[in-house]
């Protein structure tokens, strides 16, 4: 009873699924958690699995923006410190790879 009662009072979103059955939205990527002190991992470790990911993001970009010329991209969320900065710095830094 208490497994049920803790699911049921979860708010948080578990994984990719969840988002997309919710939101209706697709999903072009997920960044794990930083524990380097590097603001910009894409250039002071390229071949780390962040960077990757964030290599991954810019691949799914180009997809979905293929007919269009979209030339801005937003980096949002609805409280800070989640990682705007850091997500901007590095798909930037991506991008211009």
């Known amino acids: 009873m208490l497994i049920v009662l803790f699911e049921k009072m979860n ?14 939205l697709s999903v072009l990527g997920m960044i794990r958690f930083n524990k380097d ?18 290599r991954n993001i810019r691949t799914n970009l180009k997809f979905f923006q293929r007919d269009k010329d979209a030339t801005v991209t937003m980096v949002t969320s609805s409280v800070g410190t989640e990682g705007k900065t850091f997500t901007a710095m590095n798909l930037a830094a991506v991008m211009a790879a």
């Open 37 to 54: 002190k590097s603001p910009l991992v894409v250039i002071d470790k390229p071949r780390s699995s962040i960077a990757e990911e964030y």
């Open 11 to 24: 708010d948080k979103v578990q994984d990719v699924a969840t988002i997309r059955k919710m939101t209706g």
